[in-house]
C-alpha cells in the first residue's frame, strides 16, 4: 500500500467552491487509475469522480457540471475542482488508488486510501 495525503478541504457557504489536492508520500506510484470518494454522515463510501483505465474520466451523477478532477504530472498530484458546492456535498473526502479490479466506481476495489479531507458546506 501507498500512503496518499488530501488536503484542500474546509467550510464553505452554499453555492462556493474548494479544490481537493492529493498526492502519494512515500515511494512513487503509477496511478493512471485512481478515484475519489466521499463519505458523509450516516452514508457508505461513495464514488465521486476518477481516472479510468485508458484516461477515460468518470463522476459521479450528482457531481456532474459542477466538479472537475484533472492531474499534475510533475507534481504527481491529482486535483478535485469543486464548485457550486451544495450543503449535501458536505462529507470526508478520499482519494483513492491501487485499483486492484472489478468495479472501477466500488470503493472495496481500491487498495490504498488517504486519511480524508473534512467539506463541510453551510446553508
Given at each position: 500500500?501507498?500512503?496518499?495525503?488530501?488536503?484542500?478541504?474546509?467550510?464553505?457557504?452554499?453555492?462556493?467552491?474548494?479544490?481537493?489536492?492529493?498526492?502519494?508520500?512515500?515511494?512513487?506510484?503509477?496511478?493512471?487509475?485512481?478515484?475519489?470518494?466521499?463519505?458523509?454522515?450516516?452514508?457508505?463510501?461513495?464514488?465521486?469522480a476518477g481516472f479510468g483505465s485508458g484516461?477515460?474520466?468518470?463522476?459521479?451523477?450528482?457531481?456532474?457540471?459542477?466538479?472537475?478532477?484533472?492531474?499534475?504530472?510533475?507534481?504527481?498530484?491529482?486535483?478535485?475542482?469543486?464548485?457550486?458546492?451544495?450543503?449535501?456535498?458536505?462529507?470526508?473526502?478520499?482519494?483513492?488508488?491501487?485499483?486492484?479490479?472489478?468495479?472501477?466506481?466500488?470503493?472495496?476495489?481500491?487498495?490504498?486510501?488517504?486519511?480524508?479531507?473534512?467539506?463541510?458546506?453551510?446553508?
Amino acid at each position: 500500500q501507498v500512503q496518499l495525503e488530501e488536503s484542500g478541504g474546509g467550510l464553505v457557504q452554499d453555492g462556493g467552491s474548494l479544490r481537493l489536492s492529493c498526492a502519494p508520500s512515500g515511494r512513487a506510484l503509477s496511478w493512471n487509475i485512481m478515484g475519489w470518494f466521499r463519505q458523509g454522515p450516516w452514508k457508505g463510501r461513495e464514488f465521486v469522480a476518477g481516472f479510468g483505465s485508458g484516461g477515460f474520466i468518470y463522476y459521479a451523477d450528482f457531481v456532474k457540471g459542477r466538479f472537475t478532477i484533472s492531474r499534475d504530472n510533475m507534481k504527481n498530484t491529482v486535483y478535485l475542482q469543486m464548485d457550486s458546492l451544495k450543503p449535501e456535498d458536505t462529507a470526508v473526502y478520499y482519494c483513492a488508488a491501487e485499483f486492484t479490479g472489478g468495479v472501477f466506481k466500488g470503493a472495496a476495489n481500491f487498495r490504498s486510501w488517504g486519511q480524508g479531507t473534512q467539506v463541510t458546506v453551510s446553508s
